[in-house]
């Protein structure tokens, strides 16, 4: 059982350049969302989702667009890279059944834009 | 939007030394969680606690929903335990989760 997978572990873009960060779960969970952590800022929702299709925005959303075509992969798209954007990205997974909240994090993409 | 507050923002303790971190939010939740950030990064759920009190061997977190905080407590510590503590809301159970900034905790041998 993988849990939640991140790819890629690191990444540095040139300002301008587009990307796409993978995210895999194997738990047949309907949430799953990105954020981002930036220094002293805790951890910031740009998009979730809550199944195959539907997707919303969270807290800092612009810049990055999603979509959520299975329930295992849900990717992240950066459009057009700023250097504002620098962060380690975490990608999360939750089942949405009744008593169970616990949420699996991937390890982490660190993204450095220049 | 809701505010999450948490303190300290540091500490710093010696092995077996026991510690209570705080959380306060601005209105009412449906859904909080305590995480821990390990020194290498990876995020780990402890508790789910909207109200009442939970405890998973030397850990165990209190919330009183009516008061708008709740409290993580880490008796006789150990190196391990070193990382950041984070405090996060979900006011209206729908996944958004609204996080703290964090308690950075060091503990020394």
């Known amino acids: 059982n993988a849990g939640v997978t991140q790819t890629p572990k690191f990444q540095v873009l040139k300002t301008g350049q587009s990307m796409t960060l993978q995210c895999a779960q194997d738990m047949n969970h309907e949430y799953m969302s990105w954020y981002r952590q930036d220094p002293g800022m805790g951890l910031r929702l740009i998009h979730y989702?809550?199944?195959?299709?539907?997707?919303d925005q969270g807290e800092v959303p612009n810049g990055y667009n999603v979509s959520r075509s299975t329930t295992e992969d849900f990717p992240l798209r950066l459009l057009s890279a700023a250097p504002s954007q620098t962060s380690v990205y975490f990608c999360?997974?939750?089942?949405?059944?009744?008593?169970?909240?616990?949420?699996?994090f991937g390890s982490g993409t660190r993204l450095t834009v220049v | 939007g809701i505010q999450v507050e948490q303190s300290p923002p540091d500490l710093i303790l010696q092995e077996g030394a026991n510690s209570t971190l705080r959380c306060n939010f601005s209105?009412?939740?449906?859904?909080l969680q305590w995480f821990h950030q390990n020194p290498w990064g990876q995020l780990i759920n402890l508790f789910y606690i909207p109200s009442g009190t939970k405890q998973n061997g030397r850990l165990s977190a209190t919330t009183v929903a009516t008061e708008r905080y709740s409290l993580l407590y880490i008796s006789s510590s150990q190196t391990t335990d070193s990382g950041v503590y984070f405090c996060?809301?979900?006011?209206?159970?729908?996944?958004?989760?609204?996080f703290g900034q964090g308690t950075t905790l060091q503990v020394k041998p």
């Open positions: 989702s809550v199944g195959a299709g539907i997707t």
């Open positions: 999360a997974s939750r089942t949405l059944g009744q008593g169970h909240y616990g949420y699996t």
């Open positions: 209105d009412s939740v449906n859904n």
């Open positions: 996060a809301v979900d006011p209206s159970n729908t996944g958004k989760l609204i």
